[in-house]
């Protein structure tokens, strides 16, 4: 009988600090782009009855590594009112020789978390101008705070201005990072952040566009992490027609979900206008090239990024 | 935090007999015909370094009960050399409300194997002739033993016939049922089986048909469980042609696997020809109406079976 590991949260979070999160997702993006990966479409279940909740599978794995892994990710905004996380889910690894059950990571949906926020905080770094002395954040929920702090962490940037729809979440968003030696601003509307910022990441469950392109600056980067489904945008698509580069996580994966899709529907893009992550951190002429281009990381997230997280969080494990 | 309980196949074997199998895939089927479920395509990863695999992902749930499921199941065939088993994988349930991880049921494949043979002897128990003197089994492997033992006991029918490639394995098949008290005499060809048998189940993974229409005598129902992929195939196109009727456990499916997605591919076959088996356990007139009738079961395996199964077993677990 096969013997698989539960690992809990806490002996997660007891890790994590070691991993590179920069580094392992620069690596899985470089073997993604590279065609190193297998990563079939994203599976999803959508619940209605009793509550609205949205199911995310998420697999694949590196050809010639040493496990696959199946990433299973919800999210139901009601259980807010039942004092529970929205946000649930786990990563499991199993052996790629035999398909027996490594490492279960019941990780209730924090890896994803903090590997979409090293993902934003990987393509905002790439893709910034060379001078950012200000991150700008739509959104106050989990997301918004873990991208601030890694972006933050990896531009060596302490100042920052936010907005989000519901001023009091605002509010205690600036409270929370005021101990962190980040300061962050409240800007009463988006147009407010996008002026007062060179790199402004986008972290909203949006189903309308918030940001609109005549606010836009030269020489401004965004980073849309939050529609990561057909329906939900964060960005006017003539920003997209607009911008002097447009980046994505994944190909086959943004020309059926998030703010480029949206664009390839409304005909203001070309797929052909579009490049991966991955070959841009390979070559990097493939980027920005000037502080005045207007450019825009939209990002889905793919299953190789579970991949790394749950490996490098396994690996250290294994030494216990 | 929330908690997940982690079930050992030892602890499911345990409350396994308490469970109605037949019972449980026959609510479930027809909860799926009824259009009761949300069940999306099976999601899959192929894998061929340093070994063959094949994994398939089937999740869903009933609207309006208590749990959705993910299932894992694989098959990796060079396991045989390790001394380990070729199957694997894990049932998880989930709260339909919140989305929270409940049961982590690692059956390492067992509960697919069971929940297959069940649905298995359902269909072939439910489109046999009146008289079953003999059934015939096709395949010597962990499921052509699991049909023969559960088909055995609902048909209340204890003379078997078998036919495999490999000879030393029909002889321990044979070996193996003599203490169980259901009597299996080997068959030189499968032709043979086909012949002494008013049932067979074929339970091969054949990449090529293995049953030619014209060995069927009229009266003779088959159960195909073995094809469960765009590739595999145990029956003639011109048996499924010339069939009274067809079912499948899903028609979506079908489309795409199994024998019927042949079938129809090779134009032998209407999909309006093709009926659920839920309908028929709803209305047994949409089945065998006569004696006569050359009856064929193409089953490739639902998430609801899934669901069925992993639920009975949580809720008997959850006593302890």
């Given at each position: 009988m096969s013997t698989a590991r539960l690992v809990t949260l806490g002996e997660m979070k007891a890790v994590l600090p070691e991993v590179d999160l920069l580094e392992e997702m620069k690596r899985g993006f470089i073997a993604y782009s590279n065609g190193q990966c297998v990563i079939p479409p994203v599976g999803e279940l959508i619940l209605d009855d009793p509550a609205p909740g949205e199911v995310h599978i998420k697999y694949g794995f590196i050809r010639g590594g040493d496990r696959y892994v199946i990433k299973i990710a919800s999210g139901f905004p009601m259980n807010r009112e039942l004092g529970i996380h929205t946000s649930n889910g786990m990563m499991i690894l199993f052996n790629q020789?035999?398909?027996?059950?490594?490492?279960?990571?019941?990780?209730?949906?924090y890896l994803t978390d903090v590997r979409?926020?090293?993902?934003?905080?990987?393509?905002?770094?790439?893709?910034?101008?060379?001078?950012?002395?200000?991150?700008?954040?739509?959104?106050?929920?989990?997301?918004?705070?873990?991208?601030?702090?890694?972006?933050?962490?990896?531009?060596?940037?302490?100042?920052?201005?936010?907005?989000?729809?519901?001023?009091?979440?605002?509010?205690?968003?600036?409270?929370?990072?005021?101990?962190?030696?980040?300061?962050?601003?409240?800007?009463?509307?988006?147009?407010?952040?996008?002026?007062s910022c060179e790199v402004v990441i986008t972290c909203t469950s949006s189903l309308e566009p918030l940001v609109r392109s005549e606010w836009v600056r030269p020489g401004t980067h965004i980073t849309a992490v939050g529609s990561d489904t057909p329906d939900k945008q964060e960005l006017d698509v003539a920003l997209l027609g607009r911008a002097d580069r447009v980046i994505v996580d994944s190909l086959d994966q943004g020309r059926l979900r998030g703010e480029v899709a949206h664009a390839l529907k409304a005909g203001v893009l070309e797929e052909t206008e579009v490049t991966e992550l991955g070959l841009v951190l390979r070559d990097s002429s493939m980027g920005r090239v000037s502080d005045d281009q207007v450019t825009i990381a939209d990002l889905t997230g793919v299953a190789v990024q579970d991949l790394m997280i749950a490996e490098s969080v396994a690996r250290l494990l294994e030494r216990t």
């Amino acid at each position: 009988m096969s013997t698989a590991r539960l690992v809990t949260l806490g002996e997660m979070k007891a890790v994590l600090p070691e991993v590179d999160l920069l580094e392992e997702m620069k690596r899985g993006f470089i073997a993604y782009s590279n065609g190193q990966c297998v990563i079939p479409p994203v599976g999803e279940l959508i619940l209605d009855d009793p509550a609205p909740g949205e199911v995310h599978i998420k697999y694949g794995f590196i050809r010639g590594g040493d496990r696959y892994v199946i990433k299973i990710a919800s999210g139901f905004p009601m259980n807010r009112e039942l004092g529970i996380h929205t946000s649930n889910g786990m990563m499991i690894l199993f052996n790629q020789r035999t398909g027996e059950v490594e490492t279960l990571l019941h990780d209730e949906g924090y890896l994803t978390d903090v590997r979409t926020a090293a993902a934003g905080a990987l393509a905002t770094c790439t893709m910034a101008p060379s001078s950012v002395t200000r991150i700008g954040i739509i959104g106050t929920g989990v997301q918004a705070r873990m991208q601030l702090q890694q972006t933050a962490g990896a531009l060596d940037c302490t100042q920052a201005s936010v907005w989000g729809r519901d001023t009091d979440h605002a509010s205690n968003f600036i409270t929370d990072f005021a101990e962190s030696g980040i300061e962050v601003s409240p800007e009463p509307d988006v147009r407010g952040v996008l002026e007062s910022c060179e790199v402004v990441i986008t972290c909203t469950s949006s189903l309308e566009p918030l940001v609109r392109s005549e606010w836009v600056r030269p020489g401004t980067h965004i980073t849309a992490v939050g529609s990561d489904t057909p329906d939900k945008q964060e960005l006017d698509v003539a920003l997209l027609g607009r911008a002097d580069r447009v980046i994505v996580d994944s190909l086959d994966q943004g020309r059926l979900r998030g703010e480029v899709a949206h664009a390839l529907k409304a005909g203001v893009l070309e797929e052909t206008e579009v490049t991966e992550l991955g070959l841009v951190l390979r070559d990097s002429s493939m980027g920005r090239v000037s502080d005045d281009q207007v450019t825009i990381a939209d990002l889905t997230g793919v299953a190789v990024q579970d991949l790394m997280i749950a490996e490098s969080v396994a690996r250290l494990l294994e030494r216990t």
